[in-house]
């Protein structure tokens, strides 16, 4: 097959130059504040290596062969999410039903915007507070308090998140792929330069064993059922499945490439940029005596901490968190766009009105976000259910779409490849020799359904 798009069946829309831009853009998309914000501190709250290795699992057995399967989704519709299942429905005599997989990422995609957006403000800020030098020969204490006094401050808090959603509208709005795809081949591979370089950092000091020890032993007398449910809803989150995104991207490959093997690149840099920062976080928490337990605050004073007392740390921090905001808005671009072109299809507004209005609209969802932090830090909307109890907004809008809305998306792409599609169609399009194909094969239709569905069970009973 010809790398220009020729197939009457797909949309006629570009293709990625090459394997690699796709590889780079999904990548773009999974490494994000997951992987160095979120990974480390679940990793933190739920005990440490029983974590990891339950995470690793979910990885493999149900992220993976999901991500495949959206992008084989994303390639045989070759149009928007939400038109390619509709198109698949029509194509298989599936039950319309099966649309909702594209409806259900939309919303989450939205939701998880709202917040990713101002965690994506505290990082613009800490670029401000490395450049000035606010964190030079501070102890954790006074680091801690500085981060209490940013989540204090609703007014600090809704300029930073407002910096950061206006530049995902203005780069969406212009729908500059080129640049985005050029500036994350740089910014990528800087960024994990530069946790390399932290990593190398923590291995200095005193805490490297006990941290290593923390993220790689497993003890399985601290993990909950519940850690088990996060460590199933970051695999979503932490590879972008479950929202659409990797459909979308999917449709821009051309056939010939290898989608089990672009899929297995994305998945294990997205996991090795994990665990490379959890090997730079934890011995720096363990050598200051902090607590690995502490929340989402973790990397806000943890890494702080370690630029304020080493050499050159203003400048390696500004590089840091720089770069951390590079990471969090190529994932960002990609959660606001299933909302734009949906816009554009239902109200036939322009590109730029429709990313105007969508923004906005996550812009202003994200003020509850901020308020939770603060002012409302005891308004818990779901308190009385046990479940949600002690919960905020910002962490039930966290908690429903990573645990509840991306699984379930997912267990339907999974369902629809591994039951609705033929066999022979699924393997033309995976193209592996058969023994990988099976074990692709049984994965999809048996493990990954099975997997979710018993995770989610466990949970609601
Ligand atoms: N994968 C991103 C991260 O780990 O930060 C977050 C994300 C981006 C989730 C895009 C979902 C998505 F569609």
Not at 80 to 89: D, G, K, N, T
Request: net charge neutral; proline share 3%; aromatic share 12%.
């Amino acid at each position: 097959m010809s790398t220009t798009n020729t197939t009457t069946s797909r949309g006629a829309h570009q293709h990625w130059s090459s394997r690699w831009a796709f590889i780079l853009a999904a990548t773009g998309s999974a490494v994000g504040l997951g992987n160095i914000w979120k990974f480390p501190y679940i990793t933190g709250e739920n005990g440490g290596g029983a974590f990891v290795l339950v995470y690793l699992l979910c990885i493999a057995a149900v992220g993976l062969p999901i991500l495949m399967a959206e992008v084989l989704l994303g390639r045989k519709g070759g149009r928007s999410p939400i038109a390619s299942m509709r198109e698949l429905v029509k194509q298989h005599n599936a039950s319309s039903g099966w649309i909702s997989i594209g409806a259900i990422g939309t919303i989450a995609a939205f939701l998880i915007l709202s917040f990713y957006s101002v965690i994506g403000g505290w990082a613009i800020s800490y670029v401000g507070s490395s450049i000035s030098g606010e964190f030079v020969g501070k102890d954790s204490d006074a680091i801690g308090g500085l981060f209490g006094a940013m989540l204090g401050n609703p007014t600090s808090l809704l300029f930073w998140h407002s910096v950061f959603m206006i530049t995902v509208i203005f780069i969406v709005a212009r729908g500059v792929k080129a640049g985005l795809e050029k500036a994350v081949t740089y910014l990528m591979p800087a960024l994990f330069v530069l946790l390399v370089i932290m990593m190398i950092y923590a291995m200095t000091t005193s805490g490297f064993a006990q941290g290593a020890s923390f993220l790689f032993t497993p003890d399985f007398s601290k993990l909950s059922t519940e850690g088990v449910l996060t460590a199933l809803g970051h695999a979503f989150f932490t590879l972008s499945l479950g929202m659409g995104v990797m459909m979308a991207y999917g449709s821009y490959l051309d056939d010939n490439i290898s989608i089990a093997k672009t899929s297995i690149t994305v998945g294990l840099m997205d996991t090795v940029v994990a665990l490379v920062a959890g090997l730079a976080i934890f011995p720096i928490v363990f050598a200051n005596g902090m607590e690995p337990s502490s929340g989402p605050g973790l990397i806000f004073v943890s890494l702080p901490l370690a630029f304020g007392s080493m050499s050159l740390g203003s400048l390696i921090g500004t590089l840091f968190f720089t770069l951390l905001v590079f990471a969090a808005l190529t994932s960002a671009i990609s959660l606001l766009e299933p909302s734009v072109e949906w816009l554009e299809e239902r109200s036939g507004f322009t590109r730029i009105t429709a990313t105007i209005f969508a923004g906005a609209a996550v812009w202003a969802l994200g003020i509850l976000s901020i308020l939770s932090l603060n002012l409302w830090s005891d308004v818990h909307p779901l308190g009385m259910f046990a479940a949600f109890e002690g919960k905020t907004i910002f962490d039930l809008l966290d908690y429903l779409t990573a645990n509840i809305m991306l699984p379930l998306a997912g267990l339907l792409a999974a369902l629809y490849v591994g039951w609705i599609m033929k066999k022979e169609d699924v393997a033309a399009e995976l193209a592996m020799d058969s023994t990988r194909f099976n074990l692709f094969w049984n994965t999809v239709r048996y493990i990954t359904p099975v997997a979710v569905i018993i995770v989610f069970i466990y949970n609601l009973l």
